[in-house]
């Protein structure tokens, strides 16, 4: 993008060298950790409600909740609709709605069945999103619950919501002694990670310079988060890694950050 006033023109490029690390999991020798430290040193933070541009072209208030969310599974579901019990008409603004049909059955690759959040109506955003005058407050009815309550958010939204834009990949690996290890790789959510259609996103902000203005690296600004994707020994010994990796100097910091 050559207009600088479009925001997608702040995006960097999707290719750049990165940083890697590589560690066994201290209570749990069968798992491998596999971590991008350009993105988990990186600066990125959410900005919804302070200089989001959106997903979808005119429509920067709706974040990313532009699109109902997935489950990833049964359980993913259960635990949402469980949070969902605590809201009520003046914390949720769709709640006469939603309340008795928030769910939709929809397919991620066109042949599969899958279940995710319902949106308000066709190209709408997700029923959980309120506007931003609602006077119960605006953004996610479920974020803000978890906050009333004193929990974080990860416990009462769905998976997806909550993990991006962390993307997390497992897989079982066979070594050549014939031992086998899980693989959890960590990495930076970016256009890519949603298939083809990513780029066609109007604004993301993992690439976008206006996202990497945290106050703290991601590692530290997305602790929980990471902690619920490989559990705590595993994010302790992360953490001391990208401490050390800071205090040494980045060889290939991320882009967004950097600029």
Request: aromatic share 10%.
């Amino acid at each position: 993008m050559d207009d600088p006033d479009d925001p997608r023109s702040r995006e960097v490029g999707l290719d750049f060298s990165r940083e890697w690390i590589e560690f066994a999991d201290p209570a749990d020798e069968t798992h491998l950790v596999r971590a991008d430290l350009t993105w988990l040193l990186s600066r990125w933070t959410c900005i919804f409600g302070r200089g989001c541009h959106g997903i979808v072209a005119g429509r920067a208030a709706d974040g990313c909740c532009s699109h109902g969310a997935f489950f990833t599974d049964s359980d993913d579901e259960k635990r949402v609709r469980t949070a969902v019990k605590r809201l009520a008409p003046s914390t949720w603004q769709h709640f006469r709605r939603g309340f008795k049909n928030w769910t939709a059955d929809d397919t991620i690759d066109g042949k599969n069945p899958a279940r995710r959040t319902a949106t308000r109506d066709v190209d709408a955003p997700c029923v959980f999103l309120n506007d931003a005058d609602f006077p119960g407050g605006g953004g996610c009815a479920l974020h803000a619950q978890a906050l009333r309550d004193g929990v974080h958010p990860l416990e009462y939204k769905p998976d997806v919501c909550w993990q991006l834009p962390i993307r997390r990949d497992q897989d079982w690996h066979k070594r050549t002694d014939n031992t086998k290890v899980l693989i959890s790789t960590l990495s930076e959510f970016d256009r890519r990670g949603w298939g083809a259609g990513g780029h066609d996103l109007d604004w993301w902000c993992t690439s976008s310079t206006d996202a990497h203005v945290g106050a703290e690296p991601m590692y530290v600004s997305y602790g929980p988060e990471l902690t619920a994707l490989i559990g705590a020994p595993a994010y302790a010994k992360l953490a001391e890694l990208c401490t050390a990796r800071l205090r040494q100097g980045q060889v290939a910091p991320h882009p967004a950050s950097a600029g």
